[in-house]
Every structure is written in structure tokens, then in C-alpha cells.
């Protein structure tokens, strides 16, 4: 049986799909805790310090032995290549912003679809990264030679693209930097087949790692990598709203089916708080990249579910973060420290750790419409200043001394 029909027929035995749910949640948080352990102790013992100033200046070090003779260029300039993982998501705003500072170049894969190639049939992984790295090298190559690359920014790991490839990348004098968005899932801390998982994998590869989970930092810091914390972003000109005239939807979540999604909006419904849900696996059915601006702009509340999986204390960042909160809608979603560094709560956004807080929240401001929309436009006010994409790049290649 598949992992697929696995699931379906979990699905239709609730005691055993809550029970393997009970287990993967256990499973998760001990494996975090243990990498967790590891790195920190590994941090302590060999009396490291890691700051941020550092981390910035080590790439600088590199950048200046890689090419001497660079000097910062003035926004627009830039000669940038992307390897890129999802078309759809670049496309919500981070390539436009990419394209607003420099001439961008993007990676296709042999088959020429944009993006790596992930599996194909009758092939392991790591065939499969080879074929990756044979394409990307040679596309590099044939980009440096027509238009000389400045920089290489993507969102990599060790298991598409091979340490190697980067260094001979590098070998050109380009300098490497990697997006890592899902630094908190331990298995990108592991190995596999003897290989090191991730973007930790990459190695010496990278210049510097741009991750959306700040303590790993030190944890790339022990691996002699180095690292800052990178919040995601969003696109004002796509999902930007001041305009709450024709916020006609109260409640919207949009988000596959999966983990504890089902389970939290069924909590809500029994209570009479009616969500209205897109994706996978809901009766809606899937929305595409349009159909989600143009329904998140049409909230009054926007809901955002910040767990991983089936966990329900374990959160990471996404990109649902910043595109609610650019839409002046209210967002409200789990009470996750990371954005709680960028955002106050009751200010800015709403936030709720147990289904029970979230369910009195909910109904409160569907009661309060004012108190609802004046959080909304504070949110999309700070979003629209800090926490857009053409902000977010522009002010780290900024501090790379990339332009000036």
C-alpha cells in the first residue's frame, strides 16, 4: 500500500488517524529537541559566540577573495542568478522584487521546467542530484560567459544540489547565497545515505545562509557556516489593501487539508464560527496563485494555522505571515515567537496558542468590526514598510555590500 491510500484509510478510522497523528506530533518535537540538544552542546563546548555583524562580514571576507576587484553597484545593476524551487510561490512578488534590482537569470531543470528536478522514475536521489548539478553548472557557465554574475541566490539543499557543484560555482568568483525555509524540520539536520541533509549539506558551498529560523544561527555557526535570521516577506502590489470597502468574507483560511487543520476548523464550527476554507482536501477545492490574492483581500479576518504538521506548539514562519498581513485584514494565527519579533500582538495582529482562545478571539472581533479593522491596518501598514519583498532583499544586499 502506498503512502497515499495509507493515509485515506486512516482518515476513515478516526481513533487510529488520531492516534498515528499523537505519534508523528511526539515524533517531531523529540527529534527538534534532540538536534536542538546536540548543537547546543556542541556550542557550549567549544565556547562559541555567534553574532549577526560576524556572520555578515565572513561573507564580505569571501566575497572579496572570490572577486577583488567588485565594487557595489547601484540598485538595478546587479547581474543575479535565482535557482528558484516553486514557481508559483517566486511568483508571488520575491522574482518582481529580484527583478527590481538587477538582470535576473533563472534556473531551469533538464527537462526545461522551471526549478530542480525533485524525483524521476527509475532513478534515486542521488542520480537525480546529479542531473541537477550537471544542468545547473553548465547554465551558470553559459550565463557568466554572456552577462558576468554577480551573485547566485537560491533556495537549495544538499539533497537537490551537492556541496561540489557550489564550490565550482563559486570557483568562478560568484559568490553563493542560500534561502533556508524549513530549518526547523529536524530531518534537514540529519543524514541520509551517509550524505549530510538540508541546507546545512551545502557546506563551505554557501556564503552565507539566510534562514527564517533564527536559532539556528549558532547551530550553522558550529558548522563553520554562516547564517542570519531572514523573515519571509510579502508583495504589496499584489496583495496590498487599504481599501476595506469590499471585505465581504469574515473568516478565510486557505491551506491544504492536513495535520491539524481539519481537526481545528471542525472545533470552530461545532461553536458556530463558520471559516471559509480553500485547498486540498476542503469543499472549496484548490485556489490558484490568483484566486488566492484576490480571496485574502476579501477578508475581514484572515486565519493562519503556524504548526507544523500535527503539532500543535511547534511553529515555523510562512509566507501566509506577510501576504495576510500586506491585505489590511485582521490575521490572526498561532502564537509563534519568530513573529512576534516582527509584529506585536494587539497592535499589529492577533494571536492564540489552544483552539478555545482562538474560538473567543474570532468571535469577538466578528463582533467588534472597528477594533478588527483599525489591528488590520496597522498590520498592513508595518508590512507595507518592513516586510515586503523589494524591502526585505534590497536592504540584505544592502548589508552584503552587494549594491549601494
Known sequence: MDKKNFKAMLKKFKLLYELN???????????????KRFYETKYQKYNLNYDE?????????????????????????????????????????????????????????????????????????????????????????DTHLINKIDVLIGQMWSHIYSEETLLKIRDLGIP???????????????????YRMGSVGLGSGVDITLTTSPETCKWYFTENMSAI??????????FGSSDNSNKDIDILFIGNRYGIRGK?????????????????????????ADQNVSLSKRAKIILGIGAI??????????????????????????????????????????????????????????KHPKKCSSIGQQGY??????????????STF??????S
Not at 547601484?74 to 522574482?95: C, P, T
Open 264 to 288: 481545528l476548523i471542525n472545533y470552530l464550527t461545532k461553536r458556530g464560527v463558520n471559516v471559509s476554507c480553500y485547498g486540498d482536501g476542503w469543499e472549496n477545492g484548490y485556489v490558484d
Open 309 to 366: 504538521g500535527h503539532s500543535s506548539d511547534v511553529y515555523t514562519l510562512k509566507l501566509r505571515d506577510f501576504d495576510a498581513l500586506m491585505t489590511s485584514g485582521l490575521y490572526i494565527t498561532h502564537r509563534n515567537p519568530d513573529l512576534l519579533k516582527l509584529f506585536k500582538e494587539g497592535k499589529h495582529l492577533e494571536c492564540y496558542e489552544t483552539p478555545s482562545e482562538l474560538c473567543k478571539k474570532l468571535k469577538y472581533y466578528i
Open 176 to 194: 553563493v547565497i542560500n534561502i533556508a525555509m524549513d530549518d526547523r524540520l529536524p530531518d534537514l539536520w540529519l543524514k541520509k545515505d551517509g
Open 53 to 141: 555583524l560576524s556572520a555578515v562580514n565572513n561573507f564580505k571576507d569571501r566575497h572579496a577573495k572570490l572577486r577583488p576587484e567588485f565594487v557595489s553597484k547601484k540598485v538595478g545593476e546587479l547581474n543575479i542568478f535565482w535557482v528558484g524551487a516553486s514557481e508559483a510561490q517566486d511568483n508571488s512578488g520575491f522574482i518582481q522584487a529580484l527583478k527590481k534590482l538587477g538582470n535576473v537569470s533563472e534556473f531551469f531543470n533538464c527537462d526545461g521546467d522551471y526549478g530542480p528536478l525533485y524525483e524521476t522514475s527509475g532513478l534515486n536521489w542521488l542520480d537525480v542530484r546529479k542531473l541537477n548539478d550537471m544542468t545547473l553548472l553548465k547554465q551558470v557557465k
Open 21 to 35: 497523528a499523537k505519534i508523528k506530533a511526539f515524533q517531531l518535537k523529540k527529534n527538534i529537541n534532540k538536534v
Open 398 to 403: 544592502t548589508q552584503l555590500g552587494l549594491i
Open 229 to 238: 535570521f531572514w523573515p519571509l516577506a510579502s508583495d504589496e502590489n499584489l
Open 381 to 394: 501598514l508595518l508590512a507595507k514598510k518592513k516586510h515586503s519583498w523589494y524591502y526585505r532583499l534590497s
